[in-house]
């Protein structure tokens, strides 16, 4: 099993924090509203959707 580098996940969570404010996604009106989840929710929400049609997945960034 191939074990995960904190500092790969802390630069990943960096890159995408830096897209939400260069996007001014933070100024959205929802923004922050999920917080409150934990990711195994959102990722089980989100399977969800993929399975009743509603998201489909188009392609694969992380293996």
Do not use: C
């Not at 995408?16 to 195994?40: M, Q």
């Amino acid at each position: 099993m191939m074990e995960t580098d904190t500092r790969d996940i802390d630069m990943d969570n960096l890159i995408e924090a830096r897209k939400i404010i260069d996007n001014n996604f933070d100024k959205l009106p929802v923004h922050g509203h999920g917080k409150d989840y934990t990711s195994a929710w959102w990722k089980a929400l989100a399977g969800l959707l993929i399975a009743h049609g509603t998201f489909e997945v188009l392609s694969s960034i992380h293996v």
